[in-house]
């Protein structure tokens, strides 16, 4: 159990230890602000803590409307979103009237290559595991939390003098979510559990042996489900009903033990594998066969081994306040600085929580809401938009040491080429793939018709800069060899075909170019162009690496002297945010997509590029503080990048207090999971920076976290970095070394080192400290003379 651990102050030798815990005096009243998530990446669940009546939404990843067979589809073949109709000619008219006018009408432009929606479908809430006439006689001293280091939520209360404890947690290793019952009193639980599903798809539900049995097929598309609980009882009756239910009285504990899945599958054009029925019912059996104390160990086990990765401490203290009062406290700002770092500190430990319980090897990456929904018909479908979010959602998964968790997003990714290059054949007429503003699981890359978010065929070369971060990362060359380089090769492929010149100045450019949600249609806007480039320049890298030479990397040579970088400054020394000066400095829109060069990409250095910085600088300032939730977090790493700590820890105020729900789930509004993932990441580039060539330490540290320490976090190049740092200065930085090689340090100029064979004598040069480290050697820098002062770049 972990009641135990509902916060109180411990002392650890050197640091306070404050348990990553939310925590509530009541149930949740309402699914999207109060219920408490677990998940194992392919299942999720959201537990409500109900008093007479308990309920656990769960959900399955792969149970999704649309795509081939959906009824939503005119002539009823599914065809990813591509033109139902030959448009000979519509993307020249379209360039042409941006070459004449040097823009074009949204509208205009939708219509022209947009098309009405159909077959994308949406994400489905799998059901309620719904647990009723629980024991409910005047109920004192509730509690219901969730514990992040255990990945384990739980309710305790007593009733009639009677302590009931519950405990729920989504396990990987057993793909089972595990529900347990118990109270201190003998034969004292008593239950009824049923399963119910909403009313989209045909279903039948019977019990037994203690066992609910849920299948059918969405009326859409025909997908095949299956869920399967198993009711166990340890001491009293247990009861199948005639109508699916199974009933226990008198129980000293009552184990739960749930599986679900569909006959999905991520194989284009189909996407159907098999009936889902042996599998759920195999995981259950095996499940119940392992009884309840294993898979809690394999799942305290597996978990663990993810989220202990890495730990903050930055002077917070155990709230000694439900979280969601600490979040109202921070809100109205009467919350303490220690109060304030708590709530801080459990927000970026949540974020990597949620990242492990929505995106693990085997299903789905993470979506709009990461694993959880409770709805047939949720915000923009439950899906995967790929003009910021879906990229957003893997921010945190390198640099918080959860590598492991991107292994769906890659699997993902590389499954959008078959359907991709169907679509940059049939609407562009050009080589390699294609994939527009959002998709679902069925390969969704063509496109809609909503005027200012249909168009984004960039989409698919940022996704690709998660590949080549990952091999940045971890130097896993077959990764870079056999995953990353033909992606890399083949996105490059569509766009060296699709390029066209700019009759104003002779360069390469996108046309049409659209800046995400805004402005007007136009040729080379500033975020098209960044990411073409960021692309051309990554293949060109790995085909270095891998040794590719041909016409393809040639081609490259010569595009990536022709291209328009898409770096301007405009007439108020801002970074343009189209070719033309156009940007007005009032507009406050949410995406400041012109910024992309500064992150997630590379290319402005504050110490090579000052004017350009400073003209980033100038942009995003007049963007302003505001914005919906994943907005805020990606301008945290904005000033993150920008080596301004104080500012980046404004947006992650602004987030906290103005885009984040009870349950600290993000809320655009409503609820999306990215905001959680990019304000992780935002804290980590906060802290360690390794973009620029070398491994820099604190390099935007809020003065309001004078003291404090972090493990585990990662850096380019295999090195995993350890800080301790007091009066905003590191006292220790220890580097552990993936791969034998040098390690550029910046942050921390002069510094005693010890490495594995005693006192290292690193190359000192100017800022930066050069070590050469062997692979598996752990280096202990202690910085000896003065620290430069954090740097605030292009005031
Ligand atoms: C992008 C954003 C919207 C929203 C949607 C899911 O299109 O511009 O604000 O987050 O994704």
Not at 70 to 78: F, I, T, W
Not at 310 to 332: C, M, S
Not at 691 to 711: D, I, K, Q, T, Y
Not at 750 to 770: F, K, N, Q, S
């Amino acid at each position: 159990m972990s009641e135990h651990r509902v916060p109180r102050s411990a002392t650890a030798d050197t640091e306070p230890v404050v348990p990553p815990i939310l925590w509530y005096t009541t149930p949740a009243a309402d699914w999207e602000t109060g219920s408490l998530p677990i998940g194992n990446g392919a299942m999720g669940a959201c537990v409500f803590g109900g008093l007479g009546t308990e309920r656990l939404q769960f959900n399955e990843k792969t149970l999704w409307t649309g795509g081939p067979g959906s009824a939503d589809l005119p002539d009823g073949r599914y065809d990813s979103g591509n033109w139902h109709r030959d448009r000979p000619r519509a993307l020249t008219r379209v360039r042409e009237r941006i070459d004449s006018d040097g823009q074009a009408d949204p509208e205009w432009v939708a219509g022209e290559l947009g098309s009405p929606r159909t077959g994308f479908g949406a994400y489905q809430s799998f059901g309620d595991l719904l647990v009723e006439g629980l024991a409910v006689v005047g109920v004192e001293d509730y509690r219901r939390w969730l514990d992040l280091a255990d990945a384990i939520a739980g309710v305790g209360y007593t009733s009639a003098g009677v302590r009931h404890t519950r405990e729920y947690f989504a396990s990987h290793p057993d793909q089972v979510v595990v529900a347990r019952f118990a109270a201190d009193v003998p034969g004292r639980v008593d239950c009824v559990v049923r399963l119910t599903t909403p009313d989209n798809r045909t279903g039948r539900t019977s019990a037994r042996d203690g066992r609910i049995t849920c299948s059918g097929r969405l009326t859409d598309n025909g997908l095949r489900y299956e869920a399967q609980v198993q009711v166990l009882a340890d001491g009293g009756t247990r009861t199948d009903g005639p109508d699916g239910t199974v009933t226990v009285r008198g129980a000293d504990t009552v184990l739960l033990i749930l599986a679900a899945g569909t006959d999905y599958a991520p194989t284009f054009p189909d996407y159907r594998g098999v009936d889902p029925h042996p599998g759920v019912g195999a995981r259950v059996d095996a499940a119940v066969a392992r009884g309840d104390a294993e898979l809690r160990a394999r799942h305290l086990a597996d978990h663990g081994g993810l989220f202990d990765r890495v730990r903050l401490h930055i002077g917070q203290a155990a709230p000694e306040v439900p979280t969601d009062e600490l979040l109202h406290r921070y809100r109205a700002g009467v919350a303490g600085p220690a109060q304030r770092r708590a709530l801080e500190a459990l927000h970026f430990q949540y974020g990597r929580y949620l990242l492990i319980a929505s995106s693990r090897a085997g299903s789905l990456p993470a979506n709009l809401q990461g694993v959880w929904n409770d709805s047939t018909a949720p915000p923009w479908a439950g899906d995967y938009h790929v003009n910021v979010n879906l990229q957003m959602n893997y921010w945190p998964a390198e640099t918080t040491n959860l590598t492991e968790t991107a292994t769906p997003l890659f699997d993902y990714v590389e499954g959008l080429v078959a359907p991709g290059e169907r679509t940059a054949r049939r609407l562009y007429d050009a080589p390699g793939w294609v994939v527009h503003n959002e998709t679902t699981p069925y390969g969704y890359t063509g496109v809609h018709d909503w005027a200012t978010a249909f168009w984004f065929p960039e989409a698919g070369a940022w996704l690709a800069r998660h590949h080549w971060e990952h091999w940045l990362f971890t130097g896993d060359e077959d990764f870079l060899r056999e995953r990353a380089w033909p992606l890399l090769r083949s996105l490059a492929r569509f766009w060296l075909d699709v390029l066209v010149t700019d009759p104003r100045d002779g360069t390469l450019v996108v046309n049409p170019s659209y800046s995400p949600e805004h402005g007007p249609f136009t040729a080379g806007a500033a975020m098209s162009q960044q990411i073409v480039r960021d692309l051309f320049g990554n293949a060109r890298r790995a085909a270095r690496l891998v040794g590719a030479d041909d016409e393809l990397t040639a081609a490259l040579d010569t595009a990536l002297d022709r291209l328009d970088p898409g770096l301007r400054v405009g007439s108020w020394g801002q970074l343009q945010e189209w070719k033309h000066d156009a940007d007005d400095p009032d507009d406050t829109h949410r995406h400041v997509s012109h910024l992309y060069a500064l992150h997630p990409a590379d290319h402005l250095d504050p110490d090579r590029d000052p004017e350009l910085v400073a003209a980033a600088r100038k942009a995003l300032r007049a963007r302003g503080d505001g914005g919906t939730g994943w907005s805020r977090a990606w301008k945290i790493n904005f000033w993150a990048r920008l080596r301004d700590g104080d500012h980046a820890h404004l947006m992650l105020a602004e987030l906290l207090a103005g885009s984040t729900l009870d349950n600290l789930w993000d809320t655009h509004p409503p609820f999306q999971i990215d905001g959680n993932l990019g304000a992780t990441a935002g804290v980590a580039e906060m802290l360690v920076q390794s973009h620029h060539r070398a491994v820099h330490v604190l390099p935007a540290l809020p003065a309001c976290w004078p003291h404090g320490s972090v493990s585990g976090l990662r850096a380019r190049g295999d090195v995993t970095v350890d800080l301790v740092w007091a009066d905003h200065r590191p006292t220790t930085v220890t580097l552990h070394a993936g791969r034998t090689g040098p390690i550029v340090v910046r942050g921390v100029p002069t510094a005693m080192v010890t490495g594995p064979d005693g006192p290292v004598r690193p190359a000192a040069d100017g800022a930066l400290l050069r070590i050469d480290a062997v692979a598996g050697g752990r280096y202990l820098l202690t910085p000896t003379g003065p620290v430069a002062d954090q740097v605030t770049v292009g005031r």
